[in-house]
């Protein structure tokens, strides 16, 4: 399964997670997936020639959004600063691989500089 396409000058990716990419595991902790969430999407856009300031929309999918969210927005004002993309977030119940601390997963709607 791709995790991106592109289309019309779009960039559409998905299934963006916490991971980190040198053990290949996602932490348990919120704030460290969140900020290694972005850090995958920050370097996946530098891949496709294009950045944060790009992004047009992104899907957040929490497994307990309200206990989440709050640690989650921190670091996407952090991120975003005062011109965030478009969001929205909703709860799920599974995530991620077998038995393996997901709690966090993103998608992503880039318009490709150009």
């Given at each position: 399964i791709?995790?991106?396409a592109s289309?019309?000058?779009?960039l559409?990716?998905?299934?963006?997670?916490?991971?980190?990419?040198?053990?290949?595991?996602?932490?348990?902790d919120?704030?460290?997936?969140?900020?290694?969430?972005?850090?995958v999407?920050?370097?996946?856009l530098?891949?496709?020639?294009?950045?944060?300031d790009d992004?047009?929309?992104?899907?957040?999918?929490?497994?307990?959004?309200?206990?989440?969210?709050?640690?989650?927005?921190k670091?996407?004002e952090?991120?975003f600063g005062?011109?965030p993309?478009?969001?929205?977030?909703?709860?799920?119940t599974d995530?991620?691989q077998?038995?393996?601390?997901?709690?966090?997963l993103?998608?992503a709607?880039?318009a490709?500089?150009?």
């Amino acid at each position: 399964i791709p995790q991106g396409a592109s289309a019309n000058g779009f960039l559409f990716l998905s299934a963006i997670r916490g991971l980190d990419v040198e053990t290949q595991k996602v932490p348990e902790d919120i704030e460290q997936q969140a900020r290694l969430a972005f850090k995958v999407l920050e370097k996946t856009l530098e891949d496709a020639g294009a950045s944060l300031d790009d992004v047009v929309q992104i899907a957040c999918y929490m497994k307990n959004l309200q206990k989440t969210r709050p640690t989650f927005n921190k670091v996407w004002e952090e991120v975003f600063g005062d011109n965030p993309p478009a969001r929205f977030a909703v709860e799920v119940t599974d995530m991620g691989q077998p038995g393996d601390a997901s709690a966090i997963l993103l998608n992503a709607i880039v318009a490709l500089p150009g």
